[in-house]
């Protein structure tokens, strides 16, 4: 198994650095950037660093793509250099517009602008001039046999492989017979075309690898019905890194053995000074699953509501749960980049989400389980407004607001317990709490329900004992919050938790897959939570923190004036640190 990441997590945090000069010189902080840094001494390319982000716009953006986003225009900002966005898109079965569109929204969202804006199937032209001239040169034939007999005579890592039939056709024959593939002459998996190189070749991806094969009038979201031959990943990704003049194509660990393809490729179609590929670690994230296609089916199959499903790893689903682009940008500077595999932790993520929260967002009070108190000595029909911070003492930020208070208001319902244990320091009978920003209450009366539920709690405040009064030195113990019953705004909280119930979603049982491992409780919706007034205001889309609760968003596209909704986006604590203990 792969190793895991697991780094010391600090709880403060760095400036935010948006505003501050980039240094004069970068830092190396990974083995990528000191290439490139040598790169730059070296004038190895005679170009300034070019990067580019190739997504596939087959489905949409996950945190994996968020570390290959930052890097590639990380890298070209801190060196001087561009970065292009550049849709890969050679299949025409899959691909889609909707993703073009999610794909740019999600990169500027994240902070970053491309220089170049290029789509592969631009391409298709120059790639196809490409290939004629390849074959023109003896270093691609046409071959007749089905893909399936291609891989049975690919041979093994042992022996070699068996030369196809029609390997040595003439160059005049392999022309014709591409140009007829290309005018739609023949049936799909009729024939293909494959570079010429070894079949005895150590590294398997070389053996004649295909280049080009028929998709007779197949639809492509872009290029329609004009094309009856699409070109293969190996085929099509380096020459379009070749053809945009790029340096280094960066890209992830398993397409290290594609490198001898993309090399030859790109010297054999005349580049000079070529870009060269360097491959990374791919992020993997515990508790959830980074793949397209793994992602495609939680969408298809109802698991999630969309895309943009709070829970999902999208970033279309960290955006509607209410993460900054922050947050993520810090979270993929903290893992960085390696040269070995390793899955990372989501409390990692989870606390880059906090650290960031904490320095930006106001606090609020509000409650998720309400049970209603009576202050029995609180004058009827009275009501104080209180002052409250909107920030802790540590935080930069300052603000205060005002938060009605009276003689009905609801606390969360386990703040009190009837008959606690030793050190429990909430409400419980004849015990003081303070209530937070006023009076210190004491708990004189339970009343229950004929099931023995507590429904109302019967309490007494000291009147000397007001938040910023003479006597509000008096000590003790808790401190809990709640809201005023008569000015609270009821609202729907959803909580959403972690979408699979183990690290590695793909370590299931014989004959399960992924799915069985999600997690039942991943969303748990409250209809009904109490929340201060002050929050009325606000447009849909602003952040808080609920004290003492976890930070929140309010729903941009369920909110409306009337009807609240509330996104968890991450609890105060790690609940689930505390599980893996018990378990
Ligand atoms: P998926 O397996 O989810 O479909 P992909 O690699 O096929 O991902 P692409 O659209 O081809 O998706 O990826 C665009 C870029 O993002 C590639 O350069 C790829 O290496 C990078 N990338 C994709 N997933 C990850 C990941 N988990 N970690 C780091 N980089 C990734
Ligand atoms: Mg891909």
């Not at 296609?293 to 943009?308: C, P, Q």
């Not at 930069?396 to 938060?403: A, W």
């Not at 069985?516 to 009325?536: D, G």
Request: hydrophobic residues 35%; contains cysteine; aromatic residues 10%.
């Amino acid at each position: 198994m792969a190793a895991r990441i697991r780094l010391k997590l600090s709880p403060t945090r760095r400036p935010v650095s948006d505003s501050a000069p980039a240094p004069e010189t970068p830092r190396a902080r990974d083995f990528i950037r000191e290439m490139v840094a040598d790169d730059v001494a070296t004038g190895r390319f005679g170009r300034a660093p070019a990067t580019r982000f190739p997504p596939e716009p087959n489905g949409f953006l996950h945190m994996g793509h968020a570390k290959s986003i930052c890097l590639n225009f990380g890298i070209a900002k801190e060196f001087g250099g561009t970065c292009n966005l550049r849709f890969d898109d050679t299949n025409p079965f899959t691909e889609d517009m909707k993703y073009v569109e999610a794909i740019q929204r999600d990169v500027e969202w994240l902070g970053f602008r491309w220089d170049g804006l290029y789509f592969a199937s631009d391409y298709f032209e120059r790639l196809y001039d490409i290939a004629e001239r390849l074959v023109t040169r003896g270093k691609a034939y046409v071959d007749d046999q089905t893909e399936e007999q291609i891989r049975a005579n690919r041979g093994t890592v042992t022996s070699p492989g068996t030369p196809s039939p029609w390997r040595d056709r003439s160059p005049a024959e392999n022309l014709d017979l591409l140009r007829r593939m290309k005018a739609g002459e023949f049936e799909d998996g009729a024939r293909v075309l494959r570079a010429k190189i070894d079949m005895a070749h150590p590294n398997m991806i070389m053996r004649d690898p295909l280049l080009l094969r028929i998709r007779r009038g197949a639809h492509h979201y872009r290029r329609g019905t004009a094309w009856n031959i699409f070109p293969l990943y190996d085929f099509a990704h380096g020459l379009s890194d070749a053809i945009e003049g790029i340096t280094r194509s960066l890209c992830t660990l398993e397409f290290k053995d594609n490198r001898d393809i993309y090399d030859w490729l790109v010297a054999e179609a005349g580049f000079t000074s070529p870009p060269t590929q360097v491959e990374f670690a791919r992020l993997e994230l515990d508790y959830t699953v980074l793949s397209k296609r793994k992602l495609l089916r939680l969408v298809n199959e109802g698991h999630v509501t969309g895309w943009d499903d709070p829970r999902m790893p999208t970033i279309a689903g960290l955006r509607r749960r209410g993460v900054r682009p922050e947050a993520i940008r810090d979270f993929a500077e903290t893992i960085g980049v390696a040269r070995k595999d390793a899955r990372v932790e989501i409390a990692l993520f989870e606390h880059a989400v906090r650290n960031d929260l904490n320095m930006e967002v106001p606090r609020r009070l509000a409650v998720l389980d309400p049970v209603k108190v009576v202050l029995v000595n609180y004058p009827e029909g009275q009501v104080e407004q209180l002052e409250a911070q909107d920030y802790p003492h540590d935080v930069p930020k300052t603000g205060t607001r005002t938060v009605p208070f009276s003689r009905e208001i609801w606390i969360e319902r386990d703040d009190f317990m009837e008959d606690p244990p030793k050190k429990f320091f909430r409400l419980s009978p004849g015990n003081e709490v303070r209530l937070r920003f006023g009076y210190i209450i004491r708990c004189e009366e339970v009343v229950k329900d004929a099931a023995g539920r507590v429904v109302e709690l019967h309490c007494t405040y000291d009147p000397e004992t007001r938040s910023g009064g003479a006597n509000s030195d008096r000590k003790v113990k808790g401190t809990i919050h709640w809201v005023s019953a008569a000015h609270a705004l009821s609202c729907e909280v959803r909580l959403y938790d972690r979408l699979f119930s183990q690290p590695d979603p793909d370590d299931v049982a014989e004959g399960q897959d992924f799915l069985a491992a999600l997690n039942p409780a991943s969303l748990v919706v409250i209809p009904e939570a109490k929340v201060e007034p002050s929050v009325a205001a606000d447009p849909a889309g602003s952040r808080y923190q609920f004290e003492r609760t976890g930070y929140f968003y309010s729903e941009p596209e369920d909110s409306r004036p009337g009807k609240l909704v509330f996104n968890r986006i991450v609890p105060l604590r790690d609940s689930w640190a505390k599980e893996v203990r018990k378990g």
